[in-house]
């Protein structure tokens, strides 16, 4: 009797969950072993009593009848209890295997587990059974707590936020979408790249590795080494600075030139062009330039072998063939003498006679032209005197003229007629030159005009110089029993280098 009230309850309470039964019938059983029927207020108990067995009806006075009515005892009248029989509506008992009516199902057993709970009632997720076919029945239709409206346990990934557990569910495996596998809002840092949004996420906080912490993917030039990758990264792509444009530290060879470090970087190790070391080749680095430089001694001194314009200086001077000048007196007098000085020598003089004021012997004196190291620079010097053959008849007074030291004879003047009847030598120094460039020169310094020599009979003849910055090296005379007429042989002065 007891299971069956048990029984009953349950089937109530499923019933009123279900909504099947009337939440205003109410069954309840009169401890004098009379029933009654509430219903609301209206409710009203009828007691019935045949022969001596007293039994109980209830019959309600409003409202649909009752599903199931509590077991009701029938008691002999001499006071002992007959036995107990159930009865789910008219005649009928939850459990019997008879379905009665008001029953939605009668398997015969008591069974909760099953299609047919002991209420019999049909099973439904939310009945508060666990039937074989749930994972779970809580009895509620709340769908966010730990057991679904499905009867599933909660779970990742099935659509459904439960609260305090997951800050999201979108129903599916995607891991890269809004909504992790692991039901928490994609974020920067999650390990997963999530479409659209990020480039990379390695899941961690290291700055300096294959992802940044804002999930964008490292490059040259966003100011953030990326070690192993980058020697450096300053935020821009400027060459010019200690950090390259390809993220290289700069380096004197890596052919960019970083200003303010280097004046040039031809990213070659060839010492003989423009840039050496990462400087401007220069000289006197002691390199030479190819193209650029003759010579480099890596030296103050200017009048060595190497200039300090890296330019090989000369060791010598030299006089090559030159032109004559023209001859004045009688041209057509006398017999024509040539003597030339000896090789590497010029006019420095000459020496004579006069007669009757006018030139009757005449004869050249020669110096040798050489270079040499004066105070770091270059001087021509004359070493010597040497005379020519003395032409002419003679004369009573003899007479020299000598040019100045270290000075050549470069023209002359004078007056003439039938023969040569006065002479003005002109005399000058050879002087090295060195050009911007570097480039060594000879030519004449100032001229220095020497005494007259004879009278002044005659027509008076310019002052004739030998062409071209040329020296005097050979006399050209017309002779006879004196000096018919008198021109100089030229040379081109010159340098050597070895």
């Known amino acids: 009797m007891i299971g069956r009230a048990r029984g009953v309850r349950r089937l109530a309470g499923?019933?009123?969950?279900?909504?099947?039964?009337?939440?205003?019938?109410?069954?309840?059983?009169?401890?004098?072993?009379?029933?009654?029927?509430?219903?609301?207020?209206?409710?009203?108990?009828?007691?019935?009593?045949?022969?001596?067995?007293?039994?109980?009806?209830?019959?309600?006075?409003?409202?649909?009848?009752p599903l199931m009515t509590t077991d009701v005892a029938?008691?002999?009248?001499?006071?002992?209890?007959?036995?107990?029989?159930?009865?789910?509506?008219?005649?009928?008992?939850?459990?019997?295997?008879?379905?009665?009516?008001?029953?939605?199902?009668?398997?015969?057993?008591?069974?909760?587990?099953?299609?047919?709970?002991?209420?019999?009632?049909?099973?439904?997720?939310?009945?508060?059974?666990?039937?074989?076919?749930?994972?779970?029945?809580?009895?509620?239709?709340?769908?966010?707590?730990?057991?679904?409206?499905?009867?599933?346990?909660?779970?990742?990934?099935?659509?459904?936020?439960?609260?305090d557990v997951e800050a999201c569910d979108d129903g599916n495996s995607k891991a890269d979408d809004w909504c992790t596998n692991?039901?928490?809002?994609?974020?920067?840092?999650?390990?997963?790249?999530?479409?659209?949004?990020?480039?990379?996420?390695?899941?961690?906080?290291?700055?300096?590795?294959?992802?940044?912490?804002?999930?964008?993917t490292p490059y040259c030039g966003d100011g953030e080494v990326i070690e192993g990758v980058e020697q450096c990264d300053d935020g821009d792509l400027d060459d010019g600075d200690e950090c390259t444009s390809m993220c290289t530290a700069a380096i004197c060879g890596d052919g960019v030139v970083h200003e303010g470090v280097e004046a040039c970087d031809d990213a070659n190790d060839d010492s003989s062009d423009g840039c050496l070391d990462c400087a401007l080749a220069s000289c006197g680095d002691g390199v030479v330039q190819v193209g650029v430089e003759q010579c480099d001694d890596m030296n103050a001194v200017n009048a060595d072998a190497c200039s300090n314009k890296c330019v090989i200086t000369p060791t010598d001077v030299t006089l090559g063939a030159g032109e004559v000048t023209p001859q004045f007196g009688g041209l057509m007098a006398g017999a024509l003498f040539e003597d030339p000085c000896p090789v590497g020598q010029a006019l420095t003089g000459f020496t004579g006679e006069l007669a009757n004021l006018s030139h009757g012997?005449?004869?050249?004196?020669?110096?040798?032209?050489?270079?040499?190291?004066?105070?770091?620079?270059?001087?021509?010097?004359?070493?010597?005197?040497?005379?020519?053959?003395?032409?002419?008849?003679?004369?009573?007074?003899?007479?020299?003229?000598?040019?100045?030291?270290?000075?050549?004879?470069?023209?002359?003047?004078?007056?003439?007629?039938?023969?040569v009847d006065q002479l003005t030598f002109t005399c000058a120094p050879l002087v090295v030159s060195e050009a911007m460039d570097g480039a060594f020169s000879v030519g004449l310094g100032a001229v220095n005009m020497l005494m007259p020599i004879g009278g002044n009979n005659g027509m008076v003849f310019p002052q004739t110089d030998c062409p071209m910055g040329q020296v005097g090296k050979t006399q050209r005379i017309r002779a006879s029993t004196g000096i018919d007429a008198f021109g100089l042989g030229c040379a081109a002065p010159g340098l050597t280098f070895d």
């Open 361 to 419: 012997k005449l004869g050249g004196r020669c110096s040798a032209v050489k270079l040499k190291v004066v105070g770091d620079a270059f001087t021509v010097v004359t070493n010597g005197k040497n005379p020519l053959p003395v032409r002419g008849g003679g004369g009573q007074n003899n007479w020299t003229r000598d040019c100045l030291a270290d000075q050549v004879v470069v023209g002359f003047s004078g007056r003439a007629g039938a023969g």
């Open 14 to 65: 499923a019933l009123l969950m279900a909504g099947c039964l009337s939440e205003d019938a109410v069954v309840t059983t009169d401890p004098g072993g009379s029933s009654s029927t509430s219903t609301g207020e209206d409710a009203t108990t009828t007691p019935t009593t045949t022969g001596e067995d007293a039994t109980t009806e209830v019959s309600p006075t409003t409202g649909p009848p």
């Open 74 to 163: 029938t008691t002999s009248t001499t006071g002992d209890t007959d036995v107990t029989s159930g009865s789910t509506g008219p005649g009928g008992v939850c459990g019997d295997g008879v379905l009665d009516p008001g029953e939605g199902c009668d398997d015969g057993d008591q069974d909760d587990d099953d299609a047919c709970p002991g209420s019999c009632a049909p099973a439904f997720c939310g009945d508060g059974y666990l039937h074989a076919d749930e994972a779970c029945d809580d009895g509620n239709k709340a769908n966010d707590d730990e057991c679904t409206n499905a009867c599933t346990v909660a779970a990742c990934g099935d659509g459904v936020i439960h609260a």
């Open 182 to 216: 692991a039901c928490e809002p994609a974020s920067c840092g999650d390990g997963v790249v999530h479409a659209g949004h990020e480039a990379c996420d390695d899941g961690n906080d290291v700055e300096g590795d294959d992802c940044h912490n804002d999930c964008t």
